[in-house]
């Protein structure tokens, strides 16, 4: 059975760095056609792609947060790390860890099966 | 950065078919992946690669795919696909960044 969970604060403060981590299992990171991504979703709003991270150490990052974002991988460990700096109150969200699956042939893209629950992040005023 | 675009809202009566579509510059080159969201859970895939669905998600659940527009089509809808529905796929760029639509609020009643 695949799972994913998310772990992290609840509450980050302006201009701190967010640091979450997705534990995996079920699969392999080190799966040539798997990958993690992330994904974030503020109060009543649509989901927003952030980033993904691939076997081969391949990354993606969103282009309006790319300064902000670092992600990063422990095979050993099952666990993909998120981290966004200089946090705002408009980055309050759900933050989602998803397994994505690379498509054959690769050139068709890629996309997300299972998701975690999720956790709430939240950044006060 | 890439867009898809998706109706905000899309109503119908028990047991009609719904449509949702969702357009994007890439999608004829770039698989097409549905995800159903219902209030506080978090997303379930409900059709990948365009067209394929998931072992578990009913039959009535389609979908297509045609130049710059996909569609999930919901055959005999109930109220129980009450739901939001986010279409993704990945930008045409080479390093196959993500992007969702921006959500379609069905309501069946």
Known sequence: QVTLKESGPVLVRPTETLTLTCTVSGFSLRNPRMGVTWIRQPPGKALEWLAHIFSNDEKSFSPSL???LTISKDTSKSQVVLTLTNMDPVDTATYYCARTIVVVPASLG????VWGQGT?????S | ?????QPPSVSVSPGQTARI???GDALSRRYTYWYQQTSGQAPVLVIYEDNKRPSGIPERFAGSSSGTMATL???GARVADEADYYCYSTDSSG???????????????
């Open chain 2, 1 to 5: 950065s890439y867009e898809l675009t």
């Open chain 1, 66 to 68: 790319r300064a902000r």
């Open chain 2, 95 to 109: 390093d196959y960044s993500g992007a969702f639509g921006g959500g379609t609020r069905l309501t069946v009643l």
């Open chain 1, 120 to 124: 709430t992040v939240t950044v006060p």
């Open chain 1, 110 to 113: 890629n996309g997300m099966d």
């Open chain 2, 21 to 23: 579509t969702c357009s």
């Open chain 2, 73 to 75: 089509t919901i055959s």
